[in-house]
């Protein structure tokens, strides 16, 4: 059974950086998409960062720039390495990955079949 187990999510000061990790574990496809995902209070989820089995990387324009996913294959882990935070960034942030050749949607949470417990990321002003 695939399981995402995320960690690195806390408190911090507008301006400040985090580093989010993804750890994923019983999956055996070589081709996947692992994404990002959060959820502020009162709103749905939402689409952040995404990196395929190519490495191709994307992002959502509120966080281009400010924002870089990367992935270590060895460890099985991606990140996502948050900086410049704003107060609006706060949010509960969720991996999500899907496993296979996908070439489409990777916007789309529906696309998406397995998905971690989430981190709190608090961005105060």
């Known amino acids: 059974q695939v399981q995402l187990v995320e960690s690195g999510g806390g408190l911090v000061q507008a301006g400040g950086s985090l580093r989010l990790s993804c750890v994923a574990s019983?999956?055996?496809?070589?081709?996947?998409?692992m994404a990002w995902f959060r959820q502020a209070p009162g709103k749905a989820r939402d689409f952040v960062a995404a990196i395929n089995w190519g490495g191709t990387t994307y992002y959502v324009g509120s966080v281009k720039g400010r924002f870089t996913i990367s992935k270590d294959n060895a460890k099985n882990t991606v990140y996502l390495q948050m900086g410049s935070l704003k107060p609006e960034d706060t949010a509960v942030y969720y991996c999500a990955a899907r496993w296979g050749p996908f070439f489409g949607g990777t916007y789309e949470e529906h696309t998406y079949n397995s998905w971690g417990q989430g981190t709190q990321v608090t961005v105060s002003s």
């Open positions: 019983g999956h055996t496809s070589s081709t996947y998409t």
